[in-house]
């Protein structure tokens, strides 16, 4: 179980998958505890209501997710867009958002997310491209080890749990990357947009004035995606 409130931290990064309109959209957010350094990982998931009617097999799924807090189903088209800033704005509010690389995007298709952005004031090099597949190899090697010793924690959600089950690794050559078990249905956005953010932590990034606690950031998260 994850303690919020257990210390300050030092520093936020968000990585959004994007998705289309007939996928899931995502975004992942992990913070750095100021004293433990121990990483914490929260994420959110966006889909548009048409995903219900296209993936019939995953839709009651989806619904629970939803009645959950942790999906939110967009009725108007840039309802993703929106809930995906006002948590960006949350970063940039609380004073730890890394003035370099601190927000991290899928390069395909990422226009629209691009220019909400940019009209808040968040542009490169605060807002960069974070490539996937096998470019994730570090993040994805580097997380399952601080799981293991406790150094990173999540949020236990059930669409964050979802996605990493329908995860596999798939080697390329030296290398390891995540795919879907399935195509279509096996929805993995959610795992993608926090190992993104993971691979930008790597740069041991700082940020904030160490007066934000974790315990108010993410509280205050869970009660506006929606």
Same mark, same amino acid.
């Given at each position: ?33 100021? !004293? ?21 097999? %995953? ?12 999906? !939110? ?14 948590? %960006? ?13 601190? %927000? ?6 990422? =226009? =629209? ?68 078990? =399935?195509?279509?249905?096996?929805? %993995? ?38």
């Amino acid at each position: 179980q994850c303690d919020w409130s257990s210390d300050v931290c030092f520093s936020d990064l968000a990585s959004i998958d994007g998705g289309g309109l007939d996928d899931l959209g995502a975004i992942g957010v992990i913070g750095r505890e100021k !004293t433990t350094k121990r990483w914490l990982w929260w994420g959110h998931g966006w889909c548009h209501e048409d995903v219900l009617e296209l993936r019939k097999e %995953i839709a009651p799924r989806l619904r629970d997710f939803a009645a959950a807090g942790e999906l !939110t189903i967009c009725r108007e088209v840039n309802d993703d867009l929106e809930g995906m800033v006002a948590v %960006i704005r949350q970063l940039m509010d609380s004073g730890l958002l890394p003035e370099k690389e601190g %927000i991290g995007l899928d390069p395909f298709g990422v =226009a =629209a997310i691009v220019d909400e952005l940019a009209k808040i004031g968040l542009t490169f090099p605060q807002v960069v491209a974070v490539r996937q597949g096998v470019s994730l190899m570090s993040a994805l090697t580097g997380c399952a080890r601080k799981l293991k010793d406790g150094s990173l924690v999540h949020s236990a959600s059930g669409l964050l749990t979802w996605c990493v089950g329908n995860a596999r690794e798939e080697q390329r050559g030296n290398a390891v990357m995540v795919t879907k078990e =399935a195509a279509g249905k096996a929805k %993995i956005d959610l795992l993608v947009a926090g190992l993104s953010a993971a691979k930008l932590m790597e740069n041991n990034p700082v940020a904030g004035d160490g007066k934000g606690s974790v315990d108010d950031w993410f509280g205050s998260l869970r009660t506006r995606v929606a």
